[in-house]
């Protein structure tokens, strides 16, 4: 599969974006689970570029919790608005599927914590945005305009090119804060 590298312009701090793959899932007590929506971020404890949890908007929470707590009726009237498109995966949809697992993320959103770096469990973490580039991921260098903390370079971004990676997968468990329980491999 093709990838992202990331790098800082100055100290060639980096990763790949590969350690988005695989599963991410919180998990709580009844065992009830939840995938976690993640986006490359740097930690400034891990002094590293991460996979950082990503929550959703505030108002985008709070309407697919209405959804996940109409009645019946009201459900289904907000199920025929969605998109007929089965592959469509918006929050709401979620919300409306009983075996989604939704109470998990209403449980992390109760919370109301900052989202953490899944590598060490640390709110210290900020985004690196990906600029949008049209669907070209050639290998020049293109910059995030994020800067690496104590350093004064620049986070640059590049596609693979033809340059494909083949990685093993895990499914990683977190439990509601965010802090990492155990990973296993995703077998194919
Ligand atoms: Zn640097
Ligand atoms: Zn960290």
Known sequence: MPYREIACSSCGNGKWSVILWGKFIWRD??????????????????????????LPSRDDYNEAKDAFHAGFLRRLFIASRLGRNPFQRSLVAEALDRRSGFEVLEAVMALGREPVCLQCGSDRVFAIPIPETDGRWDCSWIPTGVKHPDCGGEFLVRGSGGHRVAVRLYKRIYDTRGRFLEATRIRR
């Open 29 to 54: 007590n009844e065992q009830r689970e939840y995938f976690i929506d993640r986006e490359l971020g740097f930690c400034r404890d891990c002094e590293q570029i991460v996979a950082k949890e990503k």
